[in-house]
């Protein structure tokens, strides 16, 4: 009929190809997280169980994840090293014009999905966003690839977008939009099935109330955040390409670590385990919160500094590991987002498959967090403005902190999408905007993307 | 110093001029509102203090809107004639090259600003979407004319480009996201410090509980919803374009109408206002409410089928309008919609500036308020999913209408980003954009965008 035919002029004739596509990524994305998350639990219970005995609940700690980075290690470099990093920035090296020899085969994207599964699997700070592209639409794949990694469609497409290209077809945006909603569509509902989840609305559910949620006057702390992240998201970057600068110079320690490749991901994740073990240095610094979990205690709706470790309040959860019975939650914190920035910028080197977006975005979360805990110290009451007590809301500093620093990190602004879509509550789109965008200019200012400076790095 | 130099660098030369346009349609934007809305108030004022007499409330309730109507037609007329209609044909016409002589002059602008003024404050179905532009940076002038009438700010940047541009520069969509930020704050910070609203968050803030907002099996309710709206978009843009095309005709009407040009839309006053006169034929189709009324009343969280006129509860505030004692709701939304949608596709073609947008809005609103009152009747009690009960809200169905139509209506998918900018809640998202990709796929297959079509027209 003459709609047929004219729905396929609007659509291309591709439509059935993106539904393909949508489809395909929806379960090869759910499948990772369901095993990766797997692989989680049973990595906290042999913790739990092996409580009596610390010796060997500390090798346990160590080896489990060891082993799981060296395979995704080994893996990749037998079947596919192109598959390794988070494959951003080859596909804006291919946007570009740049052909990259079997950078996309269904090779590299098998060695991509195992690596990353065993990656996430072992509680590194590494991310996933993998981006499966076809040459044709590589950046609806990306946006699929993003949007399904987080279940948000929309951020997906504008997050592929601002990375990968310079000028856009609308048309693509149509396209990626379309792919990358049913995508997410799926991935939520497979979710729900498998009872993980009890709706199919935000992955990282927060619950600040609508009515007041934060006053024009602690707008400067907003804005404190979004330079803050600017800088810190430059050094970040600067970081990251400092530790892959000084593995590439000629000594007989690089010689080495290239000669016998399983070492540097050996090493650098018996370094972070160690230092994350629950019941040594891990105590001080959540340890025991795998990435997850981190963001769902970061965002949580409590006033952590009003809470006292020996009379917690029910449904806290997970976010009890914050509170130190004699550490203040502010050195926690600190101490966190301190030691988990040069992990993150180190793990990210590592030779497996991984992103940087997830690591960062805990960071960003932190650090709001942090803010915010200190502010709702100084203000313990709230601020009253016109008759109306806006009490301080930790956990929504630390969403904007987090949307800051990806976007400083990343150079982008989309990152408020993604992250009011992670969160399904858009109260605080207008200061989060704003920080992002102050993190923007500072970042932008100092140093190139995370992308752009693996690129050059790569070159 | 280099950071400033390098920022200057990122934002192009012209960063104070986007704070400037950002500034400038801010308190552009927010004076036109609190003009029309001082002058609906002054409009319902009068009406209710004429109680006694209804032959001189019917004379007040016909006469003020004909009055500024007539009014914004004969400025427009002498003063600058190319500021009729919504501006963004025009602007599509000149981002693709044709030069429209004396468009973007100052004389146009301020016809445009007090023409719409005046037709805002009439109560009649026109809207504003008011692209302010400037040759160099149209697109981001279009987005933060979009992005400021609504105070949403990102789906001002999306829909100007998707509305606009065939290809755009990302550069531009940072611009757009930086302008429209910028001035969104402003008029949402103007409309605090003059108490129309509490927060600076949304506009038509909606309350739906964020727990189990939806059910799957809902689901094909909002497939239906989509599919309808794509189908009533395309028959809008069709109507809109027989009534121009009729009037076009060279009969002895049109020679007349053209001749004395203040008749034509002084009738379409007088005919919409007759007909909407409260006590009169009103009473059926909520006639008294003014359309941002409207809007906030199909978005509330009652279910109007299980309340009684005669009881009404605390809060219900302006959505009693749509309960008559004697007729079911059904009947008094079904004649609204009806009764709306040619006074919409008629009142847009009024030679003063307008746009369709807010009127096919509150018309999508409606059907699907519509929808959510049956579905409501269909499971009294809910839907029954794992244990869960699903209540309907028809209040998220509304939503999901009013994004559903007026992305048929202007081929766009970013309508879902405005309506959950607007509505400050983000847990319809996924319905949402299935409704609108499926409104989409059957407009796009049946009709040209409305603002196609006015160019097609125009030409």
Redesign the interface.
Request: hydrophobic share 60%; net charge positive.
């Given at each position: 009929s003459t709609?047929y035919r004219?729905?396929q002029g609007?659509?291309g004739n591709d439509w059935i190809f993106l539904v393909l596509l949508g489809l395909t990524m929806a379960l090869v994305s759910w499948s990772m997280d369901y095993t990766s998350a797997k692989s989680l639990q049973a990595y906290k219970w042999m913790h739990g169980e092996l409580r009596g005995n610390v010796l060997i609940q500390y090798l346990a700690w160590v080896v489990y994840p060891m082993v799981l980075v060296m395979f995704a290690s080994l893996f990749c470099n037998i079947v596919a090293p192109q598959a390794i990093g988070s494959g951003i920035p080859e596909l804006k090296t291919i946007l570009r014009g740049v052909v990259l020899k079997e950078y996309l085969t269904l090779k590299a994207f098998v060695a991509k999905v195992i690596g990353l599964t065993a990656g996430l699997g072992s509680g590194m700070p590494v991310g996933k966003e993998n981006p499966c592209g076809y040459t044709d639409i590589l950046t609806v794949g990306c946006a699929v690839g993003v949007g399904c990694c987080f279940g948000t469609?929309?951020g997906g497409v504008?997050f592929s977008?601002?990375v990968t290209?310079?000028?856009?077809?609308?048309?693509n945006?149509?396209r990626g939009?379309?792919a990358a909603?049913f995508s997410?569509?799926i991935f939520?509902?497979l979710s729900?099935w498998n009872k993980d989840a009890?709706?199919?609305?935000?992955l990282f559910?927060t619950?600040f109330r609508?009515?007041?949620?934060f006053d024009?006057q602690e707008l400067p702390a907003f804005a404190i955040i979004g330079i803050s992240c600017g800088f810190l998201g430059a050094f970040f970057v600067y970081l990251n390409r400092q530790v892959v600068l000084v593995m590439r110079r000629q000594t007989a320690l690089t010689r080495f670590l290239t000669k016998h490749r399983l070492i540097y991901p050996g090493a650098v994740t018996f370094v972070i385990a160690t230092l994350t073990f629950p019941p040594g240095f891990g105590q001080f610094m959540a340890g025991e919160l795998m990435p997850r979990e981190c963001i769902n205690s970061l965002f949580d709706n409590f006033t952590w500094t009003k809470l006292s470790a020996t009379a917690l309040p029910p449904g806290l959860g997970r976010s009890s590991a914050w509170l130190h019975p004699d550490v203040s939650v502010f050195l926690i914190l600190l101490l966190f987002f301190v030691m988990k920035f040069w992990m993150s910028a180190v793990s990210t080197t590592m030779p497996i498959p991984s992103g940087a977006f997830m690591p960062v975005f805990i960071l960003g979360a932190a650090f709001g967090r942090l803010v915010g805990e200190i502010m709702a110290t100084l203000f313990p009451n709230g601020i009253l403005f016109d008759g109306?007590v806006y009490r301080i809301l930790p956990g929504g500093y630390a969403v904007i902190g987090a949307a800051a620093l990806t976007g400083a990190v990343t150079h982008t602004?989309s990152t408020?999408?993604i992250c009011?879509?992670l969160t399904?509550?858009?109260?605080h789109?207008?200061p989060m905007?704003?920080a992002v965008?102050l993190a923007n200019?500072?970042a932008?200012?100092?140093q190139p993307s995370l992308y752009d400076s693996i690129i050059q790095v790569k070159k």
């Open positions: 709609l004219k729905l609007v659509l469609p929309l504008l977008i601002e290209s310079t000028y856009f077809a609308v048309r945006y149509w939009y379309f909603t997410a569509f939520r509902v729900v009890v709706t199919i609305t935000a559910r619950n609508m009515d007041f949620p024009l109306i602004v408020a999408v009011f879509e399904g509550q858009i109260s789109i207008l905007m704003v965008i200019m500072v932008q200012g100092l």
